[in-house]
């Protein structure tokens, strides 16, 4: 059962323009989400994160957005730079006893074209 | 801001033998530290909570007499592969709870 999903296997973008990855949930448990980007053989890192008691959350070029009635959340990166180009994967924490759990998506690889 | 180191960065062992990997929280105390593992062109799936001073948590699915984990004081934790077979071989990645959500750099277990 894939709690966090992430239904786009890859995405491709010219350098520049936004690129939107997205990610689905089911378990409304989960009040904490994080973007994390990822290279081969390395750990995670985090890029920006959001509270369910907010809809949006900006950090320089990431911003994330949070539609809690469908469970949906999203990432923009404006603009796209080539260096940007990884593999990004949405999570999500319950919380409560599970504090620091985290439920991985698969994973979005994005190419960003110069 | 928190730093959590683990090593190796890389293991290649042959079948039978067991493995261990370190994880250590450099600047702070983690009661608790998690391990994911995760296969090529997958996600990274939780296999345990490992809390200090009492017995790991495993997912449902892991093999406790398997990995074997140890978090024997709040900066360090271990993780041992034992018995290793090929079907082992993947990205190990702990992080630390309590302080955010910082990961180690992750270990690359190939198993001959």
């Known amino acids: 059962d894939q709690q966090v999903k992430q239904n786009s296997p890859s995405l491709s973008v010219q350098e520049g323009r936004i690129s939107i990855l997205n990610c689905d949930y089911t378990?409304?448990?989960?009040?904490?989400f994080l973007w994390y980007k990822k290279y081969p053989a390395e750990g995670p890192t985090f890029l920006i994160s959001?509270?369910?008691?907010?809809d949006k959350n900006e950090d320089g070029r990431f911003t994330v957005f949070l539609n809690k009635s469908a469970k949906h959340l999203s990432l923009h990166i404006v603009p796209s730079q080539p260096g940007d180009s990884a593999v990004y994967f949405c999570?999500?924490?319950?919380?409560?006893?599970?504090?620091?759990?985290?439920?991985f998506g698969q994973g979005t690889i994005l190419t960003v074209h110069p | 801001g928190a730093v959590v180191s683990q090593h190796p960065s890389w293991v290649i062992c042959k079948s039978g033998t067991s493995v261990k990997i370190e994880c250590r929280s450099l600047?702070?105390?983690?009661?608790?530290m998690f391990w994911y593992r995760q296969f090529p062109k997958q996600s990274l799936m939780l296999m345990a909570t490992?809390?200090?001073?009492?017995?790991?948590?495993?997912e449902q699915g892991v093999e406790k007499d398997k990995f074997l984990i140890n978090h024997a004081s709040l900066t360090l934790s271990t993780l041992t592969v034992t018995s290793a077979h090929p079907e082992d071989s993947s990205f190990y990645i702990c992080?630390?709870?309590?302080?955010?959500?910082?990961f180690g750099s992750g270990t690359r277990l190939t198993v001959v």
């Open positions: 992080s630390a709870g309590g302080v955010g959500y910082t």
């Open positions: 378990n409304s448990m989960f009040d904490y």
């Open positions: 959001i509270s369910s008691i907010k």
């Open positions: 999570a999500a924490d319950a919380g409560g006893t599970s504090y620091g759990k985290l439920t």
């Open positions: 600047d702070f105390q983690a009661t608790t």
């Open positions: 490992s809390n200090e001073g009492s017995k790991a948590t495993y």
